[in-house]
């Protein structure tokens, strides 16, 4: 899995907004879909290493490609 340390999560949520996924609900944790895929990204700040890895490798993307989103 990889690691993307360092990542508050509503700058991860609007990285992901780019990257095509809509919130569909939040509570304790924000849930976002492309239609496809659901992900779920937690309120803490920063979002864990290995955390935000698994969430960008579930949404389909590459490490590079989801730090130039950032």
Same mark, same amino acid.
């Given at each position: ?5 360092? &990542?508050? /999560?509503? *700058?991860? &949520? ?14 304790? /944790?924000?849930? $976002? =879909? ?8 937690? *309120? =803490?700040?920063? &979002?864990?290493?290995?955390? $935000?890895?698994?969430?960008? /490798? ?8 989801? *730090?130039?989103?950032?």
């Amino acid at each position: 899995m990889p690691k993307i340390p360092g &990542v508050n /999560h509503l *700058r991860a &949520v609007s990285a992901l907004e780019k990257a095509g996924f809509r919130i569909v609900r939040q509570g304790k /944790h924000i849930v $976002m =879909s492309d239609g496809i895929r659901f992900l779920t990204i937690p *309120r =803490s700040n920063p &979002v864990d290493t290995y955390t $935000m890895g698994g969430i960008v /490798h579930n949404a389909g993307l590459t490490v590079e490609k989801f *730090r130039k989103l950032l």
